[in-house]
């Protein structure tokens, strides 16, 4: 199995959901000093469901960028209740403590600043949905889910 960073913190703002990892930060540093340095680094993220065991899962948004690897970050079910704020408002990794509650500090040559983080949710809500027999955590998952993605994009 990959290695899943917890987040230490996840907070709102009126410019975004802020989520603090500081297990990732050798693996988001050399972003981060490319982003320091001016460059345009295209990055891909996704949404995915793991399963633990058989009864638990994590959400994961999995990152990519190229020159780097794949980093994960797990959402437990406590942690769920947050993905809708992401339809409305960009996502922010950052790695340091000393930007929580720092939000006008927060440049992109400290922090990956995600827009649209809700594209993929779609696929995730997919994914819920062919998990039989479906767990009670799950169904929750899916009505959190439902408030994320537009209709139309079920289809």
């Keep these: ?42 990055y891909r993220f996704g949404w995915q469901l793991v399963p633990i065991d058989s009864q638990n899962y994590l959400v994961t948004l999995d990152l990519n960028w190229d020159g780097g690897h794949e980093v994960a970050i797990g959402f437990t079910p406590e942690m769920w209740s947050i993905l809708p704020a992401v339809r409305h408002k960009d996502l922010t990794v950052i790695t340091d403590w000393d930007l929580v509650g720092q939000e006008t500090k927060i440049s992109s040559a400290r922090a990956l600043v995600i827009h649209q983080a809700y594209r993929g949710l779609d696929e995730l809500i997919r994914q819920v949905a062919q998990v039989v027999p479906p767990q009670e955590e799950l169904k929750k998952l899916q009505e959190i889910l439902a408030g994320c993605v537009d209709p139309g994009q079920l289809h």
């Design 1 to 42: 199995m990959r290695e899943i960073a917890l987040p230490d913190f996840i907070g709102e703002s009126e410019f975004g959901m802020i989520v603090m990892v500081s297990a990732l930060e050798d693996e988001l540093e050399p972003l981060f000093r490319r982003f320091n340095r001016g460059e345009k680094v295209p």
